[in-house]
């Protein structure tokens, strides 16, 4: 975790780090987008050129295909603190940010006025009003090529951030997974063994254990078979028996999910000052991937580069399908010690 200092004052800006994360991730979608016009158009060219030059129906046919595809690698689009939007609210978000600001607020009300008017269906006149939005207005974006998509989404989800009240611990490890599973997507053009994943928005209860981040794993139907469950431990003193409070929390969780199906991976984060090199080794093996930061947890503003290589590496091996949940295994001795 690197900080900006000058004259003993933190300068650091940690969340332009985060969301700048979150926002590369959604190349995969503006390069998906480009791919689709390509083919629903018959013809090549950058996304700039297809939107500069195509009519008002061309873009409104490159939208609905967009809108319909049936793609079966499709990446996921993510809001600003990292959980996935459905397919078509995807399209919908895409679209929106790069041709107008606040499609929530303000132009999801217009549509529906827009509905009312017209009996019009609303997907369907979601795509006609952004493709006369994007006719009318592209002349004054000039570009659509990815570097400028960047900062705009960059700048939505810097909004879609501030209006959602949210944990920033919790933050910061659902945008570590997103970039993980899309690591992976950029490098195979897939989720490998699964058709799509999802990531969900709060927390998940099973068998009255609560994780805090949470992917599910979408067969071809759309059907969850898996999912990877992350809670997050912080511990804001230094001594005491936390880690061996964890250690047991962590071997309940891993009870309840294994009672429910078998199928759902634990990963831990764990943010705790001078934690114990022998607790860290016991806590890996009980859970399938675990992320320890020895900070304070008013220190922890991002994931930094080790903890996402670690991250990305777990959820590619998991993600050729060849990595099994592991079993519960209890802990080879009873006591630890914080040091």
């Given amino acids: 975790m690197s900080r900006l200092e000058y004259g003993g004052i933190d300068l650091s800006h940690s969340r332009l780090t985060e969301l700048a994360k979150l926002a590369d991730q959604a190349k995969l979608f503006h390069d998906w987008v480009t791919r689709q ?45 990292g959980r996935s939007y459905k397919h078509t609210r995807a399209c919908y978000y ?33 795509q006609l009003i952004l493709a006369k939005l994007i006719v009318r207005y592209r002349a004054n974006v000039v570009t659509f090529e990815w570097e400028a998509i960047r900062e705009i989404i960059i700048d939505r989800l810097e909004g879609s951030r501030r209006s959602i009240r949210g944990h920033e611990k919790e933050t910061i490890s659902r ?15 897939s989720y490998g063994a699964f058709a799509s994943v999802e ?16 992917a599910r794993l979408l067969d071809a139907g759309g059907e969850c078979v898996g999912r990877v469950l992350m809670p997050i431990k912080t511990r804001e003193t ?15 969780a ?12 634990l990963v831990t984060v764990i943010v705790a000052r001078n934690w114990s090199a022998r607790q860290a080794e016991e806590i890996k093996t009980i859970v ?17 580069e080790a903890a996402q290589a670690g991250l990305n ?27």
């Fill in 37 to 81: 016009f390509q083919e629903a158009l018959q013809r090549s060219g950058s996304l700039t050129q297809l939107l500069m030059e195509g009519s008002e129906e061309e873009i409104r046919k490159g939208i609905a295909f967009c809108y319909e595809s049936q793609d079966k690698n499709i990446p996921i689009l993510s809001d600003g603190i």
């Fill in 94 to 126: 895409f679209f929106a940010w790069i041709i107008r600001d606040a499609p929530q607020q303000r132009l999801a009300p217009l549509i529906t006025r827009v509905v009312g008017a017209t009996g019009v269906p609303s997907k369907i006149t979601q």
């Fill in 175 to 189: 945008t570590a997974l997103v970039t993980a599973f899309q690591t992976y997507f950029r490098k195979f053009g």
């Fill in 199 to 214: 990531i969900p928005e709060g927390q998940v209860t099973i068998a009255q254990e609560t994780f805090d981040v949470s």
């Fill in 238 to 252: 230094e001594g005491g028996g936390h880690a061996n409070l964890f250690t047991r929390d962590l071997m309940i």
């Fill in 254 to 265: 891993l009870n309840a999910i294994r009672a429910v199906n078998g199928l759902d991976y």
């Fill in 288 to 304: 399938d991937h675990a992320v320890l930061f020895d900070l304070s947890p008013n220190e922890f503003s991002e994931f930094g």
């Fill in 313 to 339: 590496e777990f959820i590619e091996t998991l993600l050729t399908g060849k990595l099994k949940p592991k079993k519960l295994e209890a802990p080879s001795t009873g006591e630890f010690e914080n040091t």
